[in-house]
């Protein structure tokens, strides 16, 4: 059985089968995705604010010093945090040895005391190295956590890279109106940042009368609800977003209103779970983005780590929060430093001239390969055909976006599917010129090129994987149609015209009279 014919003649069926749909723009079926160069759509450069990034994280230490002393029963007084360090108040001087065994775990801090009468004063501040290992953290985890959010909201192939120290290059394909702009610009700029902080009762009646410098003198700040009331909050925050394993959006049972219900891990669930216990009659407010979305009273120790954020939300407003949250909290805010809208009519003209270069190239190496090499030519455009289809339903099959470098190399593609079989074709040649039998000719030209073949598609393989590796957007898009096209070709211009040879000389289909006609060669004696 003739099974590499076999396998030639499921692949094309495969090939044609699955590129139809990218070919022709059916409305079924999976199609190869424009990139940006050639749908248009749009194209951002952000800047991470990495200093806020530094409150955040003094916040959550002063956050994790609060709990360990309420859970050790370690008395502390007036904890309060600024730009870039924090202070407290030890009333206990014989917990100090506790209190410092925990403080010595927390890396990358100073920390600085002084006795003042029965009190021990505190001062943290973070090391210069902590510094800029955290800001560095902040833009790596701003390019993260922005991919994540537009792989989770359906957006097809965006490219988020890093660019110089603290900027990130955003490109989006197929963003067309204005709509679609705001969307995509709030799903990647929301901070996300939930935090749940108790209300301070004892203050909270003079929430509009309270400056934010008196506030913060007594440890609290001043935030407002979506309808703008005022209430005095605890600046240190109870928790916070970090501690979130899951945000789904659901309906209100009350009012039918989109919701979000959200999730904690393990700890956050025991934090929850004792401050509500030691808080009954108290309320909590759920704080998002600096803006509390509600804030009940605490009626029973809540278990089981679980909350919910209600709100003003439509459902696309309820989905889009879930995603940030589920994505995870920007460590620190982003601002748009640049914007432009790549036009589709700019993209038609690239593909115009794309396809001009791959159909001239396409019938440039067709004809050629047909008059230089006769017979054994067509056999070759018949795999250079079968490569072809076969590169565009895989990359439709695994939803892959073309870019314009990505037309670029197809257009290469098409001279490295031939080359394979002008190597096989020589060889072949040189063994009907010493006078061999055809059939050993062809068997042998075969064994004989799959050296060179091998070793010239291997190593543009790894080229291609390391462009792939550390390449961003068009670059990777290069590399992914370099890279199918070759293995493609392993199996359409190796094994498939190969079993072709098989299945014509099982026919008695080459003569030594043709040989001329089927390999373009004059063989003296034949």
Not at 155 to 175: F, H, S
Not at 331 to 341: D, G, H, M, T
Not at 386 to 398: E, K
Request: glycine share 8%.
């Amino acid at each position: 059985m003739n099974f590499r014919l076999i396998i030639f003649a499921v692949t094309i069926v495969f090939g044609v089968f699955f590129s139809l749909p990218s070919f022709l723009q059916l409305d079924k079926g999976a199609k190869v995705n424009l990139g940006l160069d050639l749908q248009g759509g749009l194209h951002m450069l952000l800047g991470v604010k990495t200093d806020e990034a530094i409150k955040s994280k003094i916040k959550s230490i002063a956050s994790g010093i609060k709990y360990f002393c309420d859970d050790e029963d370690i008395v502390i007084d007036n904890l309060k945090v600024s730009k870039d360090s924090l202070s407290f108040e030890l009333l206990d001087p014989s917990m100090k040895q506790k209190l410092d065994e925990e403080l010595n775990k927390m890396k990358g801090l100073k920390i600085d005391f002084k006795k003042k009468g029965d009190s021990v004063f505190y001062t943290i501040t973070m090391t210069p190295k902590e510094i800029e290992s955290v800001k560095q953290y902040a833009v790596t985890q701003a390019v993260d956590t922005i991919r994540n959010r537009l792989d989770m909201s359906g957006t097809v192939e965006p490219t988020v890279a890093r660019q110089g120290k603290d900027n990130i290059l955003v490109e989006i394909p197929g963003i067309k109106t204005p709509q679609e702009e705001k969307r995509v610009r709030g799903i990647i700029s929301k901070a996300a940042h939930l935090q749940l902080m108790a209300v301070d009762e004892d203050r909270n009646d003079q929430a509009n009368t309270m400056s934010e410098a008196e506030a913060r003198e007594y440890g609290d700040v001043i935030l407002k609800d979506q309808q703008g009331r005022k209430y005095i909050v605890k600046e240190i925050p109870i928790l916070d977003g970090s501690m979130l394993t899951d945000a789904r959006v659901a309906f209100s049972r009350n009012s039918n209103q989109p919701v979000i219900d959200f999730t904690l891990n393990s700890e956050g669930a025991r934090i929850f779970g004792d401050f509500s216990g030691k808080n009954v009659g108290k309320r909590l407010a759920v704080v998002l983005d600096n803006v509390i979305y509600s804030a009940p009273v605490i009626r029973e120790r809540i278990g089981g780590g679980s909350g919910q954020i209600s709100g003003n939300f439509s459902v696309q407003e309820a989905h889009d929060v879930a995603i940030a949250l589920r994505s995870g909290a920007l460590l620190a805010p982003v601002e748009l430093l640049e914007k432009r809208s790549v036009g589709p009519s700019l993209g038609a003209d690239s593909i115009k001239q794309s396809m001009i270069a791959l159909v001239s190239g396409f019938f440039a190496v067709f004809f050629f390969m047909i008059f230089y090499y006769g017979r054994s030519g067509v056999i070759s455009d018949i795999a250079l055909l079968a490569n072809l289809f076969l590169l565009i339903a895989i990359m439709a099959l695994f939803g892959a976006t073309l870019t314009l470098p990505g037309m670029a190399g197809i257009v290469l593609t098409v001279g490295m599917a031939v080359d394979a079989n002008v190597i096989i074709n020589e060889r072949i040649r040189e063994l009907l010129k010493e006078g061999k039998k055809v059939a050993y000719a062809i068997e042998h030209g075969y064994s004989n090129a799959m050296t060179a073949i091998l070793d010239a598609n291997i190593t543009t393989l790894i080229a291609a994987v390391v462009l792939y590796a550390y390449g961003t957007g068009p670059i990777k898009g290069f590399a992914i149609t370099i890279s199918i096209g070759i293995l493609a070709s392993m199996i359409t211009a190796i094994l498939g015209t190969h079993g072709v040879y098989q299945y014509l000389l099982a026919k008695n289909k080459i003569s030594k009279s043709d040989i001329s006609k089927w390999f373009g060669i004059k063989v003296e004696g034949r």
